[in-house]
């Protein structure tokens, strides 16, 4: 069952915060939008962001959207000094969740031996 009762917040950052984007094009993110392969859990962005979150080197993260590559996500580091200067704002629009999130999955298949 989706949450009911939520609602939209927009997060006004002061414009003179810290942004952090990575190089794609630097040969150390190479595979950095690999599918995580069993046995190897840590992709090369999930070492990045874990790096720039734990070094809070800027509040801000700028990362390709997996569904639409040239749009960007920002991620906040809510460990950065500048997290408190964040302004929030609460939004009169309910969020609307697509129900497939929230189905049970069905049950595995074993594989034929």
Known sequence: MPPTNQ????GVI???CTYERPDLN???????DAQIIAGMPWTVSQRY???WFLNTRALCLMVPS???REDL???INPNHPDFSRIIWEPL???VTWDRRLFRTPPPAVPASP
């Open 7 to 10: 609602y939209f917040v927009r």
């Open 14 to 16: 002061p414009p003179d």
């Open 26 to 32: 630097d040969p150390a993110m190479a595979g950095w």
């Open 49 to 51: 962001g874990e790096d």
């Open 66 to 68: 997996v569904v639409a």
């Open 73 to 75: 996500c920002f991620v």
């Open 92 to 94: 009169a629009k309910p």
